[in-house]
């Protein structure tokens, strides 16, 4: 039996058809005026956007607030790819140059903070400033490859 996951904010979701990512979801409050605000959520077993919800409730009457859920996360699609930091830095900015509209001040929880710095690094121009909330896998080790690892990605 399946049981529908419910909404993780009181916003409006949308979503976005994206080159790496494939379909993402995404929660927008664009009543506010000035520079764009983009949550991000940690990954872990189950994230979605409400681990933000209380930044979005926050700063959603006074700025353009957005929450992204990412590729495999949330309502956002779970496309049989390989999930790696290139894909989520590749969907963050593309979410960022087709929604966003202007350069955003960018929050993100913990693991997704690589992703958003990786994107930061190769489209500086669509990003302002970043907070990285304990941030991890900053570090230049790789991930591990051969023949194991690679049956435990198709698993």
Known sequence: ?????????????????????GRISYYASDS?????????????????????????????????????ELPGFGFSAREDVEYSPVLYAATIAEFASAV??????????????????????????RFNSLVL???TGLGSREPPSGAA????RKL
Do not use: C, W
């Open 100 to 125: 966003l509209g202007a350069a955003a001040d960018v929050v993100a929880l913990s693991t997704s903070s690589e992703f958003v710095a990786r994107a930061a690094l190769e489209h500086p121009q």
């Open 1 to 21: 039996m399946a049981v529908r996951l419910p909404e993780a904010l009181e916003a409006s979701r949308k979503s976005l058809d994206t080159a790496a990512g």
């Open 133 to 135: 909330v304990s941030p």
């Open 149 to 152: 690892s690679d049956r435990l």
């Open 32 to 68: 506010g005026q000035g520079r764009p605000l983009l949550l991000i959520h940690s990954v872990n077993a189950a994230p979605t956007a409400i681990e933000v919800q209380p930044l979005f409730d926050h700063y959603r009457k006074t700025r353009p607030v957005y929450a992204l």
